[in-house]
């Protein structure tokens, strides 16, 4: 990638066909942009800058243009010193290269990996660089080919069974959230897609009228036309969020006279309709994170999906369910990975800036998942090779690997038994970071899986003490020391890990390791909410 100029002295404009202009369409902004930043940068980019206030719109003859400075002064701001910050604070040994920032969130979250949303998942293509084949100035051996077995002893939501597929390797993964289980063994599953159309169609008809019957679209209705009208008023797309850029426009004291000013509006429409906001109940995440209607909703399907026969068809139809009813949460788009309190009014959206509303019908979004859903499954079929993978609930500090496999997929288990495993991929859970089991807690109330929280390795709820940290080296040594007794001869381990508290060289001693090399990568667009320069490393463990 051409690198970006770093200081406003020695800044100069790329020489594009548009230079001697101050202004530029948004396809010529687009063709712009590619040359500067030299990855593709589509008009839809452009247009995302301007709506979210990033630059200006600037209209005349009825064309838009923006400011060639602008755009400049965009990505010098946001790229051009982005690289120069992180090794300032990180280091200079951070390989760029494992940035894979010439990749569009569109290819990081390709096909199956983006079935089901999961915090802390590792993109594929980090996977992909050291599974596949190649060699470069950093990877300088193969460590593994085709045919090989990986293990994934905290499998997540699947990604190295998933890439390992795709590079015509065998892969064995495991959980203890029964849960990352489902997702993962959903992704590389072999489906019947004509009978899963049939069963969503059905299944969308009879929500259809379910929902129809209630009067929500009436109500859903209503209430966005005079948000419409209401946003357009005080909030216009995009000279508001352009001012509050530039903060001509005190937010806090605006978004709160303004969400006051539309409070009644929304009441009346809840009046008229007879909308039951809040649940008489709030023992249950479900009880407590949605509304009367939508949980009548989240019920009535799942009813349904319980009929169906076909295991796989209805376990990919839990997932799409579990997805639409986390989007349906009520809680305001800003907080919905975090979840602070209920919302059940309508509200000024900081991510939007304007007044939203929370969902009152999981209907769209389980139209638009299953449709994506059915989407991902078809590219990843075509993709995905003639290989096992599987994923095991269990303690991967105990779990006996070959039996639990021979237990539930005795053709893999032969292969598996035969070849040996040839080495780990994963990522371990970070000390103190992620309750695995909380985070989906609204498919544990549904579906009913038990929870093992006491047994995750580094929960959030443990913190991170003394003994914490302690009991968190020695979990991920036992699991190496466990997984090891099922590798075959010149195993090789890569473990993803952000070593805060310097643990992995005793983690390696302790399972009678040593680390061999280390990778040290920029982790970027980790959270809208979390712009700091963050680094991986990844540690590659061989038998002493």
Not at 15 to 36: G, N, R
Not at 134 to 157: A, E, I, M, N
Request: with cysteine; net charge positive.
């Amino acid at each position: 990638m051409k690198s970006l100029r770093n200081t406003q002295e020695n800044l100069l404009f790329p020489e594009t066909p548009f230079i001697d202009k101050q202004l530029l369409t948004i396809k010529e902004a687009s063709v712009w942009a590619t040359d500067y930043l030299q990855k593709n940068v589509t008009a839809s980019n452009i247009s995302y800058l301007i709506q979210y206030g990033r630059i200006r719109r600037i209209d005349q003859n009825g064309t838009t243009f923006v400011s060639v400075m602008e755009l400049n002064d965009y990505y010098l701001s946001y790229n051009g010193s982005r690289q120069l910050n992180y090794k300032e604070k990180l280091g200079d040994d951070l390989n760029w290269e494992l940035s894979f920032d010439q990749y569009k969130e569109a290819e990081t979250t390709k096909h199956v990996h983006r079935l089901h949303p999961y915090k802390g998942k590792f993109i594929p293509q980090l996977v992909e660089y050291f599974l596949d084949s190649h060699t470069d100035k950093f990877k300088t051996s193969v460590y593994f080919k085709p045919g090989d077995v990986v293990l994934d002893p905290f499998s997540g939501s699947g990604t190295t069974m998933t890439q390992a597929s795709e590079l015509g390797m065998h892969a064995v993964g495991i959980d203890i959230s029964a849960f990352n289980t489902l997702i993962g063994n959903c992704k590389v599953a072999h489906y019947d897609i004509t009978k899963l159309k049939m069963e969503i169609f059905r299944i969308t008809n009879i929500l259809q009228e379910f929902v129809v019957k209630s009067k929500i679209l009436e109500f859903e209705e209503r209430l966005l036309q005079e948000l419409y009208d209401f946003n357009n008023k005080y909030f216009p797309v995009p000279e508001y969020k352009y001012k509050l850029r530039k903060k001509e426009i005190d937010e806090d004291s605006y978004s709160q006279k303004k969400e006051k000013l539309f409070l009644p509006i929304f009441e009346k429409l809840v009046k008229e309709y007879g909308i039951v906001l809040r649940q008489k109940k709030q023992d249950t995440f479900l009880d407590k994170w949605y509304s009367k209607q939508i949980r009548k909703e989240i019920d009535f399907v799942y009813s349904e999906i319980q009929n169906i026969k076909d295991k796989n068809i209805k376990n990919i139809l839990c997932i799409i369910l579990s997805r639409t009813i986390r989007s349906c949460r009520s809680t305001t788009h800003a907080d919905l990975a975090t979840l602070l309190e209920p919302v059940t009014a309508a509200y000024y959206c900081s991510k939007h800036g304007k007044i939203c509303k929370p969902l009152f019908s999981i209907l769209k979004w389980w139209k638009v998942y299953s449709n994506d859903t059915v989407d991902r499954l078809l590219t990843f079929a075509k993709l995905k090779t003639d290989t096992y993978q599987l994923c095991l609930t269990g303690d991967s500090r105990t779990i006996d690997i070959f039996k639990e496999t021979k237990r539930i997929m005795p053709e893999f288990s032969s292969v598996l038994e035969k070849k040996k495993i040839n080495g780990i991929f994963s990522s371990p859970p970070y000390v103190g970071l992620i309750d695995y089991h909380e985070q989906h807690a609204y498919a544990y109330d549904l579906f009913g899986f038990q929870r093992n929280d006491e047994l995750e390795i580094g929960p959030l709820f443990r913190g991170r003490g003394k003994t914490a940290i302690n009991s968190y080296a020695d979990g991920i040594a036992a699991v190496l020391n466990n997984c090891k007794k099922y590798f075959a001869k010149d195993y090789n381990v890569f473990l993803v890990a952000n070593d805060k508290f310097n643990l992995y060289p005793a983690i390696a001693q302790k399972a009678d390791m040593t680390i061999v090399n280390t990778f040290h990568r920029p982790v970027l667009n980790r959270t809208e909410k979390d712009k700091a320069a963050y680094s991986e490393t990844i540690f590659h463990l061989k038998e002493k």
